[in-house]
C-alpha cells in the first residue's frame, strides 16, 4: 500500500511536467494534415484501413435485441457487392447487449465492445463501476470502453481519476480497456493532454476522445493533442497506447486526414485496428461509397448502401 | 533513456503523386520589357533564360533591359508622375490598387502555378501564403491611398516621386507587392527589377497591371541581372531606392547613393535566431522551428536559422525533429504534397552545400533525412546541424537554404548575449508559456521582428524590417507607407 502511494505520488509529481500546449500551433499543425490530397491507389487503401478500423456503435436508450443484431449483421456485411472488403474492427454496444452482439458475432473476428462505468456521465461511485465493467467482461465484451470521472477531473481531483482508471483496468484483466476522455467537457486543450496523461499512466489501452453525447466530439486538434501524449510517453517507454477518435467523424475525407495525422504523428505502426479506432456509425457507409466509386468511376445514390 | 525508442517514418502509406494542373497557364516563350504601359523590346536586343529549378528547362526567354531600356522606363515613370499619378485625388489611385489585388485574387492559381515552377517553391506555400497575402498588400494599402493627411496628424504629407525598386527572388510576387503596394498608395510612380531567376510572375503581373487600366507608366517593369539593377541605382533620376536583398549589395547601394537626395530602404540578411525555452509547448515549437527554417527551402531572410535551444530539453527537441523531417516530403514543386520544393538556381544550390561542408569541417554533427532527392533539378534536403557554437561559421553567416544550426543554452541572459551577438538583427523566435518571459526577451533582443510561440508569420499591417546590418526602414502597415511619403 505504502509502496502504491509512493508510486502514485512519483506520477503525480510527474503531472506537474505536462508540456504546454499551444492551441494556436495545434490549429496550424491540423490545418496542414488536411491539406494532404490522398489520391488514387493511396486513396483506395487509406479507405479500406479506415473501414477496418471502424467500431460501428449504437448507444441509444431504445437499443433492442433486434436492432444490435442487425447492426451485427451489416458489420459482417459491409456491402456484398463489392469484393475485398474489410469488415470493421469492433461492434460497440451498451452492457447489457454485450451477449447479443457477441452471440451474432460468433463466427466472425469482430470483437465486441461494450461501454461501461455509467457511460455516459460517469456519474456513480466506484463500486458500481466495477461491477458494470465485471458485468460487461463476463457478459463477452473484448473490449471496454469507460469513462473518466469529468466532475472529479474539474475538482483537480487528478488522484481519483488516476486511481478510478487503474481500478477499472484492474476489473478487466485481459480485456482491452479504451478510457474515453470525453475532450468537449474537458475545457482547454492543456486539459486534454493532462486527461490523456493520467490516462495513459493509469494502464489505459486506448485513449478515445469522447461519449458521442456531447458536442464537440472528436476533433482534429484534440485528437493531435492526444496522439501527441501517446508519442511522449512511447519515447519514454517503448510502449504503445491506442487512439480512438469518436462522434463527429462521417466523410471519408476526414477519416483520411485523421489517418494522414496518426501516420505523420506516430508512424505507420499505429495505421492498424489494434492502435486506432474510429468510433462512428455514419463513417462506414461514406466509406463503402468512396471504395464503389474509386472501382467503378462514378458515385452511386446512398440508397445502395444499407442502413443498420 | 528516451533515444532507446524510435518511432518508424519509413514504411509509410504512401501518397500518389497529387500534381496541380498546368493546363490553365498561359506563359509566351518570350518576355518584353514593361515601359510606359507598353511591353517593349529592350534596345540591346539581349534576351536570358528562365529555368525551372526542379527540372532544369527552360521555360521562356526574358529580355535584358540596359541602362538606355533602365533611361526609357525611369523617364516614362517621371512623365506619369508629373502628369497623371501625382495630380490623382487618393481615393481615385485606391481604385486602381483595388482593382489590382481583386485581378490578382482571379487570377490567384495561375500565378501560384507559375510562382512554383520558376522559382521552385511547393505549390502549397504559393497557393495559400505568397499569392494571397501579395494580393492582401494591394488590398491593405489601397485603403491608405485616401487617406494620407490622416496618416500624419497635424502634418501635410506628399509622395517622393519616382521609386526604383530591386526584389529578391525568395518570393517573387509578393516582394512585388511589397514595394508596388505602398508606393502606388502614397502616389510615386515606380520602375521595379525583379530577380534575374524569378521574373516570370512580376511581367504576368505586368500584364494585370495593363488589364487594371492603370494610367501607362506608373509601374515599369525592367528584366536582368546585377548591371540593371546597378543601372537603376545609380540613375539620377529616381528619388527614391528600395531594396531587398543581401546586405552584401546593400552596402554597395548605399555607397553608390551616398552624397546624392536619395532616399532608401534597405531589407538585408538575416540570422535569426529561434529560441526554444523548457517550459515551451514542445511540440508546436518543433512545428515552428520547421516552418522556421525549411519553409521556402530557407530562401528567407528571416529564416530562424539559428535554434537555441534550453539543455533540459535539447534531446527530446532534437528528436522530435527529425521525426517531424522524416515526413516533410521533398519533390516536385508542383505536387500538392510537397513541403520542401526545388533551390532556386544551380547557384544557390552550391553556396548551400558549399557551407554544409564548411558546418562538417568545422566539426558540428550534420543529420540529413533519409531518402532520395530527384536526379534532375537543384536539391537540398532538410538538414540540421548539432554540437554547434557561436565560433562556427555556419551559425554566423547566412546560408539561404534549409540548414539548421543548433546549440544549446542554460539561461536567459545566456541566450540573450548570444542571439545578439551577429552583425544581423532581422528577427527572432521566443517559445515560452510564460507570457512575462516574451515581454522580456522581446524587450531585449536587437531583432526588428520578434514571433512569440510562432514563426514566419506575414501580415499587411504589421512592419517588418531589421536591426543592424540587415537593413532600415520599414515595409508592411503605417510604418511601410511612411517609407514613401515626405513632409511639405
Known amino acids: ?308 | 533513456m528516451s533515444k532507446e525508442h524510435h518511432l518508424d517514418f519509413k514504411n509509410n502509406w504512401g501518397y500518389d503523386p497529387a500534381p496541380e494542373s498546368t493546363g490553365h497557364v498561359q506563359l509566351k516563350k518570350q518576355y518584353e520589357l514593361f515601359i510606359g504601359g507598353r511591353f517593349v523590346k529592350p534596345e540591346s536586343g539581349k534576351y536570358f533564360n528562365t529555368v525551372n529549378p526542379a527540372s532544369e528547362e527552360t521555360i521562356a526567354k526574358i529580355a535584358q533591359a540596359s541602362s538606355k531600356d533602365v533611361d526609357k522606363a525611369v523617364k516614362a515613370a517621371r512623365k506619369a508622375y508629373d502628369n497623371v499619378w501625382s495630380k490623382m485625388p487618393g481615393k481615385e489611385r485606391g481604385k486602381y490598387i483595388f482593382r489590382i489585388a481583386r485581378l490578382l485574387q482571379e487570377k490567384a492559381r495561375e500565378f501560384a502555378v507559375i510562382e512554383s515552377l520558376d522559382g521552385g517553391k511547393p505549390i502549397r506555400e504559393s497557393r495559400d501564403i505568397d499569392i494571397p497575402l501579395a494580393a492582401n498588400h494591394f488590398f491593405y494599402y489601397a485603403g491608405w491611398a485616401d487617406k494620407l493627411e490622416y496618416a500624419v496628424p497635424g502634418r501635410k504629407m506628399a509622395p517622393l516621386g519616382v521609386a526604383g525598386q530591386i526584389i529578391p527572388w525568395n518570393f517573387p510576387l509578393l516582394m512585388a507587392a511589397w514595394k508596388l503596394a505602398p508606393a502606388l498608395a502614397a502616389g510615386n510612380t515606380v520602375v521595379l527589377k525583379p530577380a534575374e531567376t524569378t521574373s516570370l510572375t512580376a511581367l504576368k503581373l505586368a500584364e494585370l497591371i495593363q488589364e487594371s487600366g492603370l494610367p501607362e507608366g506608373v509601374v515599369n517593369i525592367v528584366t536582368g541581372a546585377g548591371e540593371t539593377g546597378a543601372a537603376l541605382v545609380n540613375h539620377p533620376g529616381i528619388d527614391k531606392i528600395a531594396f531587398t536583398g543581401s546586405t552584401e549589395v546593400g552596402k554597395i547601394i548605399q555607397r553608390a547613393i551616398a552624397g546624392t537626395p536619395k532616399q532608401a530602404t534597405l531589407e538585408l540578411g538575416g540570422k535569426a535566431a529561434n529560441i526554444i525555452f523548457d517550459d515551451a509547448p514542445i511540440d508546436q515549437a518543433v512545428e515552428g522551428i520547421v516552418n522556421g527554417i525549411y519553409f521556402n527551402q530557407g530562401h528567407v531572410c528571416c529564416a530562424g536559422s539559428r535554434l537555441f535551444v534550453q539543455e533540459g530539453v535539447a534531446d527530446i527537441v532534437i528528436q522530435k525533429l527529425k521525426d517531424r523531417m522524416a515526413t516533410l516530403i521533398v519533390g516536385d514543386p508542383l505536387d500538392k504534397n510537397t513541403d520542401v520544393g526545388a533551390i532556386n538556381s544551380a547557384s544557390q544550390l552550391a553556396t548551400i552545400q558549399e557551407y554544409i561542408a564548411i558546418g562538417k569541417e568545422e566539426g558540428a554533427e550534420m543529420y540529413q533525412t533519409p531518402g532520395s532527392v530527384p536526379q534532375k533539378g537543384y536539391w537540398c534536403p532538410p538538414t540540421l546541424f548539432m554540437n554547434v557554437s557561436q565560433s562556427h561559421r555556419i551559425a554566423q553567416e547566412e546560408i539561404f537554404g534549409p540548414v539548421l544550426a543548433i546549440q544549446t543554452f542554460r539561461t536567459i541572459s545566456e541566450v540573450v548575449d548570444k542571439a545578439n551577438n551577429t552583425p544581423y538583427g532581422l528577427s527572432a523566435g521566443v517559445w515560452t508559456d510564460k507570457g512575462s518571459k516574451i515581454f522580456n526577451l522581446s524587450s531585449q533582443l536587437r531583432a526588428g521582428v520578434i514571433w512569440a510561440n510562432t514563426y514566419n508569420k506575414f501580415d499587411p499591417t504589421s512592419p517588418f524590417g531589421g536591426y543592424k546590418e540587415s537593413g532600415f526602414g520599414r515595409e508592411g502597415g503605417w510604418h511601410g507607407l511612411q517609407a514613401y511619403l515626405k513632409t511639405v
Not at chain 1, 444490435?68 to 457487392?81: E, F, I, N, S, W
Not at chain 1, 458475432?105 to 458494470?132: C, H, M, R, W, Y
Not at chain 1, 501527441?228 to 504503445?240: N, P, V
Open chain 1, 1 to 308: 500500500m505504502a509502496n502504491s502511494t509512493k508510486q502514485t505520488s512519483r506520477i503525480l509529481s510527474d503531472l506537474n511536467k505536462v508540456p504546454a500546449i499551444d492551441q494556436v500551433g495545434v490549429t496550424e499543425r491540423v490545418a496542414r494534415f488536411q491539406t494532404r490530397s490522398i489520391k488514387k491507389e493511396s486513396k483506395l487503401e487509406g479507405l479500406k484501413m479506415a473501414l477496418s478500423m471502424i467500431d460501428l456503435t449504437t448507444l441509444e436508450g431504445m437499443d433492442t435485441e433486434n436492432k444490435v443484431r442487425q447492426l451485427c449483421y451489416k458489420a459482417q456485411h459491409l456491402h456484398d457487392a463489392h469484393a475485398d472488403l474489410p469488415t470493421v474492427a469492433a461492434v460497440c454496444v451498451y452492457p447489457s447487449l454485450v451477449a447479443v452482439a457477441k452471440k451474432a458475432l460468433s463466427t466472425s473476428a469482430i470483437n465486441v465492445a461494450s461501454v461501461a462505468t455509467s457511460f455516459p456521465g460517469g456519474q456513480s461511485n466506484l463500486d458500481i463501476k466495477i461491477q458494470e465493467t465485471q458485468f460487461a467482461v463476463d457478459s463477452g465484451a473484448d473490449e471496454v470502453d469507460m469513462v473518466i470521472s469529468r466532475g472529479r477531473f474539474h475538482q483537480g481531483e487528478y488522484a481519483y481519476v488516476f486511481d478510478e482508471i487503474a481500478a477499472i483496468k484492474a476489473a478487466c484483466g485481459k480485456v482491452r480497456l479504451k478510457v474515453i476522455l470525453e475532450t468537449g467537457e474537458l475545457g482547454s486543450l492543456d486539459k486534454v493532454r493532462v486527461a490523456s496523461d493520467i490516462a495513459i499512466k493509469a494502464g489505459a489501452d486506448f485513449i478515445k476522445t469522447s461519449t458521442g453525447k456531447i458536442s464537440p466530439a472528436a476533433t482534429f486538434p484534440v485528437s493531435l493533442v492526444m496522439l501527441e501524449a501517446i508519442r511522449d510517453h512511447f519515447y519514454a517507454t517503448g510502449q504503445m497506447v491506442g487512439m480512438k477518435p469518436a462522434g463527429g467523424i462521417s466523410t471519408a475525407k476526414q477519416a483520411l486526414h485523421y489517418l494522414v495525422m496518426v501516420q505523420e504523428t506516430l508512424g505507420r505502426a499505429w495505421l492498424d485496428k489494434h492502435w486506432f479506432r474510429f468510433g462512428a456509425s455514419r463513417l462506414a457507409n461514406d466509406l463503402l461509397m468512396q471504395l464503389v466509386k474509386q472501382a467503378d468511376g462514378r458515385y452511386q445514390s446512398a440508397d445502395y448502401f444499407s442502413k443498420d
